[in-house]
């Protein structure tokens, strides 16, 4: 299979584009649409199958989804509707999109498409992406392979869940400057390699583009920190990667 359609479902916006699994690059530039408050699952539906619909794609698409994903099922919902829990992703999507539709945890799909095409390629050892946004997801590889659904942006620090304090999205919030926001990181990073010891740790999320603000700033974490290569692309075309893997498993090798 040399292409698959991507999409990347947020708590703020819902991208999508066919994606060139060989080159690991989108085919063509992405769409975005805002989603709805509340991110029901109705509306993440709806909204979905405008932005395949836009490329009037009829084929295999991988979904980024913001939440752990067993066997095609949301398990959980930090920043989307609770009525997504327990929630069939793959048939409601398939059924509104008219594509087969295979979710997969979001940084999962993004942790894939850097191992694979960005800053974690040909990395041995233990390597983990975390991507900072609306909230912290979580990607850890062993060699290249996925631990899937770790969901280690909710480590509890200081009693409460990091994901509040330390995720972009609490940084804007709480309109903290690069310094501040900075400490908070280092005390999670701190916490998070004192647990699982990683070789490399990638940043993504939309403000990896600015890492040159806050890496630099970093405190007393004794990991290499570097920014994700693929930044705003890399949940499409890990998911796209994702469904082509998943419906033809001897790509893998
Ligand atoms: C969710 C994760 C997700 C992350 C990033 C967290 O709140 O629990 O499943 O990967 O946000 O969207």
């Known amino acids: 299979m040399s292409s698959a359609f991507g999409l990347d479902i947020g708590g703020s916006g819902i991208k999508g584009a066919p994606v060139d699994l060989a080159k690991g690059e ?16 109705a509306d993440i539906a709806d909204i979905a199958a405008q932005v395949v ?26 920043n989307i509707d609770a009525g997504w829990i327990d929630t069939d992703v793959a048939g409601t999507l398939s059924e509104t999109t008219g594509c087969d539709v295979v979710p ?17 390629r040909d990395v041995l050892g233990t390597v983990a992406l975390l991507t900072l946004g609306t909230g912290i997801g979580s990607a850890v590889f062993v060699d290249g392979l ?12 200081g009693g409460a869940d990091a994901e509040l304090k330390t995720a972009d999205a609490a940084r804007e919030r709480d309109d903290l400057s690069w310094e501040h926001w900075a400490r908070r990181l ?30 630099p700033l970093l405190e007393g974490v004794r990991t290499k ?14 998911a796209a990667l ?6 033809q498993p001897t790509a893998r090798n």
Not at 110 to 118: P, S
Not at 146 to 157: A, K, V, W
Not at 186 to 211: M, T
């Open 26 to 41: 989108l085919a063509a530039e992405r769409v975005r649409f805002a989603t709805p408050p509340g991110a029901t699952v």
């Open 53 to 78: 619909a836009t490329f009037g794609y009829t084929g295999l698409v991988g979904a980024a989804f913001p939440a752990v994903v067993i066997d095609g099922r949301a398990r959980t919902a930090s």
């Open 104 to 120: 997969v945890n979001d940084a999962d799909a993004a942790g894939l498409a850097e191992m694979r095409f960005g800053a974690g």
């Open 146 to 157: 996925l631990l899937p659904n770790t969901e280690l942006g909710h480590l509890e620090i």
């Open 186 to 215: 280092s005390k999670y990073l701190r916490h998070f390699e004192a647990l699982l010891w990683p070789d490399l740790l990638i940043l993504g999320g939309g403000v990896s583009r600015k890492a040159d603000k806050f890496v």
């Open 225 to 238: 920190v570097v920014a994700a290569q693929l930044q705003n692309g890399a949940g499409i075309i890990g």
């Open 242 to 247: 994702w469904a082509a893997e998943t419906r």
